[in-house]
């Protein structure tokens, strides 16, 4: 991509509206526009991020078995009241009405929605286990809507759905979306721990919220140290092998959001200079909630002996553009953004010092088209910037690695090689950049 050809709508200005350092930097870097109170359009490079994130997802999702599909943003508001959750769950849940009067609702979540289409077709224990998940827009009407797409009221959620025949197979469907998280979120080149939460207005009685710590993040949380150097599973994980050893390690280790935090086990079990108190942003969050949506609205298959019985199920969310924020929390320095490469919206820049000098302008070119033949996702920035600006625009939307050419080290043959990550620097020969970055 030429940057001259790119919508790339950059501030120079820090934006007043926001608090924390990620909304601040999306804004700047423009990835984001808001178009309401916790809604934003997503601009071309917040959406090329907002899709890798998603993509991550996605294919471990795939991995642990989920099947993806996708349910409407609007619901009927007669779904609800048969879980009896739609005069319960309040000011938050937008409802609208359609031209014939018909009461609708903009989705805070789909576990009605998923279990009326499971009803519907699945009649069997031999069709378990099941776990059907979507990647969807979202709406909550939230009371304090900020810290950008952080706690926006639409926002993009990954919500995965079990059924199980009993309780033992739901906390296997349970610990696979547990092992799912923890490898998801680790590719994202973040530690989001899982730690013991509340169950919330879902209900059940098994739940893990995954929080990355940040000081600006919302939830107050109590943990271990070493639970942050625990061993995340590679992708030849075997989901079909019992997982508990890996969920018994994760869970031995004391790490609890304050609403379930347990002051006196918290200074028995872990020693007094392992013990942390700080804050986090919740990324994800696993529920095993038995039969209280089948109960109610009659999801029952048929078991091994032909009796019908409520399946047990359990829902799991991802806050994939929640995930953003927290993500460039994790992630920046005073210059910008630093993108861990696996979510970066280019892996290369290249930024020409001299635009319109033929020899640069030329050697770049070359370069550009080089990396870009072989599949490397590489912003061009050929525009008529002095070399400064370059340098602050490239630093500040955080693409991992830097390319500089200029006259003076393109007449030795060399071009500069920048790491965002780290800062380090080396000067080699075009070719070798090029190798050095398929
Ligand atoms: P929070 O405690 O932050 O309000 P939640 O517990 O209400 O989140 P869940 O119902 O568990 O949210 O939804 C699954 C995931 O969706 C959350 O873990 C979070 O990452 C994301 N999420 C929830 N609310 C928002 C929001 N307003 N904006 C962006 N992401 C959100
Ligand atoms: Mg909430
Ligand atoms: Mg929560
Ligand atoms: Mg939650």
């Known amino acids: 991509m030429r940057l001259s050809r790119f919508f790339l709508p950059i501030l120079k200005e820090n934006p007043k509206e926001a608090e924390i350092v990620s909304h601040r930097l999306m804004l700047r870097a423009g990835m984001i526009r808001q178009e309401a109170a916790g809604i934003y359009a997503w601009l071309p490079l917040g959406f090329r991020v907002l899709k890798k994130i998603e993509q991550i997802v996605r294919e471990e999702q795939d991995r642990s078995g989920a099947l993806e599909l996708l349910m409407p943003t609007l619901q009927l508001a007669d779904l609800w009241r048969e879980s009896g959750r739609y005069d319960a769950y309040g000011p938050e849940m937008l409802r609208i009405a359609d031209r014939h009067k018909r009461e609708l609702l903009y989705g805070p979540t789909n576990e009605e929605m998923i279990t009326e289409i499971f009803r519907a077709y699945v009649k069997s224990y031999k069709n378990l286990p099941l776990n059907l998940y979507h990647i969807q827009w979202k709406f909550r009407d939230e009371q304090r809507p900020r810290f950008g797409v952080m706690r926006g009221r639409e926002f993009l959620m990954k919500d995965a ?36 939460a509340e169950t919330g207005p879902i209900g059940g009685d098994l739940s893990h919220e995954f929080i990355v710590l940040a000081e600006t993040g919302e939830s107050g949380v109590f943990i271990n140290r070493d639970v942050l150097d625990l061993p995340v599973p590679g992708e030849d994980v075997d989901y079909d092998s019992d997982l508990t050893p890996i969920i018994k390690q994760w869970t031995s280790v004391y790490a609890a959001t304050e609403d379930v935090h347990d002051a006196a086990r918290f200074e028995q079990e872990v020693p007094a200079d392992k013990r942390v108190n700080t804050r986090g942003i919740e990324v994800g969050q696993i529920f095993y909630f038995g039969t209280k949506y089948s109960d109610a609205m009659k999801a029952l298959v048929a078991g091994p002996d032909g009796v019908d019985v409520p399946i047990h199920g359990g829902s799991y969310g991802v806050g994939v553009s929640r995930l953003l924020g927290a993500i460039i929390e994790a992630c920046h320095d005073d210059a910008g953004i630093k993108w861990p490469e696996a979510v970066a919206p280019f892996r290369v820049s290249i930024l020409n010092l001299k635009q319109g000098d033929a020899a640069v302008d030329a050697a770049c070119e070359k370069l550009y088209a080089e990396l870009t033949a072989k599949g490397v996702d590489v912003l061009y920035d050929d525009t008529d910037q002095r070399a400064g600006a370059k340098f602050a625009a490239a630093d500040l939307i955080g693409i991992p690695w830097q390319i500089m050419i200029g006259p003076k080290g393109l007449a030795d043959g060399k071009v500069e090689i920048k790491r965002r990550s780290d800062g380090s620097r080396e000067t080699m020969s075009p070719a070798d950049a090029v190798a050095r970055l398929v």
Request: aromatic share 16%; proline share 3%.
């Open 161 to 196: 759905y079990s059924f199980d025949l009993n309780e033992a197979a739901a906390r296997v469907a349970y610990n696979k979306m547990f092992v799912a998280y923890l490898r998801t979120f680790a590719r994202m080149g973040l530690k989001a721990i899982p730690m013991r």
